[in-house]
């Protein structure tokens, strides 16, 4: 009894604390891109609206980049102290991955971060947009490792094992092949996408909230244009690595394939549900709506492909099935919905009707909350899917716990994190909210400094 609360405390605190903060790394990188698409378009024509815009958005980003790195520490201590046995086991992995993560993440990103921040004036617009893309380079080569590292766990490669009972532990033998394991590319590309969604209706959101409120409208207009393009093409990319990623999960984890349809019985024509309720004790998916034979022609490409049941599983082996249902299914659900808001959006847009839409700009500002639900639900589903295992098929979660962790301390240190993180909620949502009412600054219309001297040549086109 005491090893299973110690272990349900465990999961919880590990659950919330990389719950919060996986709320703003794909925040950062997201809106990393707008930065450069939006400092890349001043590049091109000069204009100063553009120099406005990437002064506004770099100050958002410099709030979800802060906030990101504070919560992101955490963790860390987690696996040493509630998780000491999986770290032992895993560490030769997560060494490599964090080293790496270190190197051609954090050097990049802590390098050009300052000149992005501070460098306005300072430098010419051209040091100054290449520090943006390094800027962003960095946070996507972040998420690179660390979803390298996660997806071992999912699909363990290029390793061995050494040692025996609670001194064994995987040992890499074949860096790529750890790298490139069969799950790693497949998740980077969705996890990817679902950041870049992520900080594009942020900035659809607050544009919209602007033309709304019928402020800064010229700024809200070209922020919009920017949000929209990159979270359209984005959302519809979606389409095609979440598919990629449901495939390579049922050839490499079919039993999270299966928590992902309620799918018990092996056998052809396995039915994909739109919705519905999963009873585990009867093994069969209630209130649901069906579709025969479209989850086998999905994952290959054949009607009558027979599909891995639950069953095959002993039950001690099987996810938590109704929960990983629900979170995988909302998750393809707001998929579509953003796949629809974005299309009928650009829709209006090109038929000039967007900007005095009040229903579309509403839908817009609320359209932050999209990505944000689907990346945490998404998250759950593939976590909670991969269960009983902490590494899939070698390490059991129960086994992985600290040998001398307490409840009573986990659950203190459970309660302090959740005061703690309250708190920086609280302050980043202030902050947020004083930056996006203060708006875009006048004077950012007027590049000075060697900004200024470097766009002396296109001053002409700028003053129109």
């Known amino acids: 009894m005491e090893n299973l609360d110690v272990l349900i405390l465990s999961r919880i605190q ?53 906030i990101g790195v504070a919560t992101g520490i955490v963790m860390e201590f987690e696996f040493g102290t509630n998780w000491a046995t999986y770290s032992r086991y895993v560490g030769d992995v997560f060494g490599s991955a964090l080293a790496a993560e270190g190197i051609f993440a954090f050097f990049l990103e802590s390098g050009f971060l300052a000149i992005l921040l501070f460098g306005w004036n300072k430098v010419g617009r051209k040091m100054h947009f290449f520090s943006t893309c390094m800027v962003c380079l960095g946070a996507h ?45 497949e998740r980077l590309s969705h996890v990817i996408g679902g950041a870049w969604l992520a900080g594009s209706t942020l900035v659809m959101s607050v544009s919209a909230w602007y033309l709304l409120k019928n402020k800064h409208t010229k700024f809200a ?41 309620g799918h018990y019985e092996t056998g052809p024509k396995a039915a994909l549900f739109l919705g519905g309720w999963v009873n585990d004790k009867a093994e069969k ?14 994952l290959h490409g054949d009607v009558n492909a027979p599909v891995t049941g639950l069953r095959e599983f002993v039950k001690a082996d099987r996810p938590p099935v109704n929960f990983v249902f629900q979170t995988y299914h909302l998750m ?47 998250w759950f589903s593939a976590e909670v899917g991969r269960q009983p295992w902490i590494v899939y ?72």
Do not use: C
């Open 14 to 66: 590990f659950a919330f604390t990389i719950a919060f903060h996986y709320i703003y790394p794909p925040l950062s990188i997201g809106l990393g891109l707008a930065l450069v698409v939006i400092e890349g378009m001043w590049m091109k024509t000069g204009l100063p609206l553009y120099h406005q815009m990437a002064r506004f958005w770099t100050k958002v980003f410099a709030l979800t980049f802060a």
């Open 141 to 185: 080569f972040s998420a690179v490792w660390i979803v390298v590292a996660n997806s071992w766990q999912q699909t363990p490669a290029g390793y061995h094992i050494v040692g025996e009972g609670v001194h064994a532990r995987a040992e890499i033998i074949d860096f790529w092949a750890m790298v490139f394991n069969p799950s790693s590319m």
């Open 221 to 261: 207009k070209a922020s919009l244009k920017v949000g929209l393009a990159i979270a359209l093409v984005t959302s519809l990319l979606q389409l095609t690595t979440g598919h990629k990623s449901a495939v390579g999960v049922a050839k490499n984890q079919p039993a999270k394939m299966a928590a992902f349809e």
């Open 285 to 298: 998916v209630q209130f649901g709506i069906g579709v025969p034979g479209m989850l086998s022609w999905l």
């Open 332 to 378: 393809i659900g707001i998929g579509f919905g953003l796949i629809g808001l974005t299309l009928l959006s650009a829709f209006l847009l090109w038929r000039g009707k967007l900007f005095s839409s009040k229903p579309m700009l509403l839908l817009l500002v609320l359209s932050v909350l999209g990505p944000q639900v689907a990346n945490q639900v998404g």
């Open 393 to 464: 098929g070698l390490l059991r979660t129960s086994d992985g716990l600290s040998k001398v962790v307490q409840a009573n301390v986990v659950l203190t240190s459970l309660v302090m994190f959740t005061v703690v993180y309250l708190l920086l909620f609280a302050v980043f949502v202030y902050l947020l909210n004083d930056k996006i009412h203060h708006g875009p600054d006048p004077d950012d219309l007027q590049v000075t400094g060697r900004l200024g001297d470097s766009l002396a040549h296109k001053t002409g086109r700028a003053d129109e």
